[in-house]
Nanobody, 124 residues
Framework: VQLQASGGGLVQAGGSLRLSCAAS????????MGWFRQAPGKGREFVAA????????NYADSVKGRFTISRDNAKNTVYLQMNNLKPEDTAVYYC??????????????????WGQGTLVTVSS
């Protein structure tokens, strides 16, 4: 499956953005999906994950209550709604797919496919 992330940009602190991850090649209903991010000079970190149906989600503590992951299997797309953005949310955001569709996991190495990333910059 090929993944294409989009929707990044420059936003002021307190603002909102919605990231999209469009999949091609395979239907994403066969995959659990996740969002990760990598800030300059730091490692890639988990943001959010969702199982194949959308019934199960998981979030990093740093984004809980501000970010929402969702999916539209009919559109083969996963979303990350980001509200009340903070400067520390500045990073390149990546979407990823995991062949085991039922469990939501936060470990980078457990994902099988990755998109190219979209840059989110939050100004103070």
């Amino acid at each position: 499956v090929q993944l294409q992330a989009s929707g990044g940009g420059l936003v002021q602190a307190g603002g909102s953005l919605r990231l999209s991850c469009a999949a091609s090649g395979r239907t994403i209903s066969n995959y659990a999906m996740g969002w990760f991010r990598q800030a300059p000079g730091k490692g890639r970190e988990f943001v959010a994950a969702i199982n194949w149906s959308g019934a199960s989600t998981n979030y990093a503590d740093s984004v809980k209550g501000r970010f929402t992951i969702s999916r539209d299997n009919a559109k083969n797309t996963v979303y990350l709604q980001m509200n009340n953005l903070k400067p520390e949310d500045t990073a390149v955001y990546y979407c990823a797919a995991r062949r085991n569709p039922t469990m939501v996991v936060s470990t980078t190495s457990m994902y099988d496919y990755w998109g190219q990333g979209t840059l989110v910059t939050v100004s103070s």
